[in-house]
């Protein structure tokens, strides 16, 4: 499997300083296994809609989580925590093939705690904004997509800087680094129809964090 998957590797393009690109990280069959994992971690840590702090706005994205601690938002505002918001279970592990990602291109020395899973159906977006509830911004945000194309727009640390898109495919990786760490993105967009991954469409989002500093 190791083979195959460093088989589809393109070279990365640096997209702005720390904001790396991996086109086609995943091959076909990489992509396959990470889906069913995500599947199958669904069937245990269920999906469910988040809501916007204060307003209590529903998310357009369905999340759930996998590592020791899962991002959530709802109306008490957003953090990270332990235990899935309906079930009061731990989240399951993260898959293998998501932490291989983390090692090849976080160039940090300790593994991700988190790894926040988002499903896009068709009509799902996520505006524009920072990762920025981590306690270490010294370790990237590893972002992995799978299933249909999405039109991914990045810009820089301010809300108003200028902003670029750029279409991502199933199997590719997108690093948020360096200087890019806290730059602004989003999804405008996905794209129906364009992979046959995930069983009924839609995209699965993966991003790998580190929540809490080397000391902590
Ligand atoms: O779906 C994506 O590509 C980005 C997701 C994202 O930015 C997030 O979950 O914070
Ligand atoms: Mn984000």
Known sequence: MTKDLFAALEPSVELAPGLVLARGFFDGSAQRLLADEIA????VSPW???RMPRSGKPFSVEMTNCGTLGWVSDIGGYRYQPLH???GEPWRPIPALALRAWGVFSAYPLPPQACLVNFYGAEARMGLHQDADEGDFSAPVVSISLGDEALFRY???NRSDPTRSVRLRSGDVIVLG???RRAFH????????TSELLQGGGRINLTLRRVTGRGQ
């Open 178 to 180: 360096g200087p890019s």
């Open 40 to 43: 199958a971690l669904a069937s």
């Open 85 to 87: 918001p309906v079930t």
């Open 48 to 50: 469910y809609r988040p």
């Open 186 to 193: 989003g999804v405008d967009r996905i794209f129906p129809g």
């Open 155 to 157: 810009g820089g640390q």
